[in-house]
């Protein structure tokens, strides 16, 4: 996993509560064994049409929003089953960072294992970021060594996050590689345990 230590990236706003994980990644598109390969699906009944042509009132169809890669959403965003293809979708599709007033707890986990940073901020700081993420271009820096969030306009603010998963996102580690850190110690306990038999 790459390290995360800051982003600045353009925002889109999707103001809609209670996104649970099968309008993120229908279910009929699970069938992938890989992690990849996910993007083209996420949001699919909202992003196309029954006839398969584009929604052009879907947010992310917007051309303005193209390219955004930090995600503005309303509270309860990843609700519904704990699938881990939603986040390997958004990640696939190129967002990096999700802001909400809340996340679904599942989900939440789901997106800092595979490095994405979910950012919890107040709802008057979230309904700042919709508004402003209505007017493109609009960019966000997102440090997680200060953890922060700015815009160009002056807004500043800070979030919070636990310092098992700062440490993981910063140093790019999953959980395998964490594990390896402790190689030593484990082969050590290993040997100890054979002898003792």
Known sequence: MSSFKEWTGKAVGMD??????DQIIPKQFLKRIEKTGFGEFLFYDWR??????LNEHFELNHPENEGASIL????NFGCGSSREHAPWALQDFGFK???????????RQNCLKNGIL???????EVFYLL?????QPYELTVSLETKSVSDENGFETTFDIHPYWYNMLLNGWDEIELTLQMEDSIKAYEEDQLQKR
């Open 72 to 75: 503005i959403a309303n509270e």
């Open 131 to 135: 508004k402003q993420a209505g007017d």
């Open 118 to 124: 979910p950012i919890v901020l107040k709802e008057d």
């Open 48 to 53: 196309f049409k029954p006839n398969g042509e």
């Open 97 to 107: 960072v999700l802001i909400a007033p809340s996340f679904a707890d599942i989900f």
């Open 16 to 21: 809609r509560t209670n996104v649970d994980t």
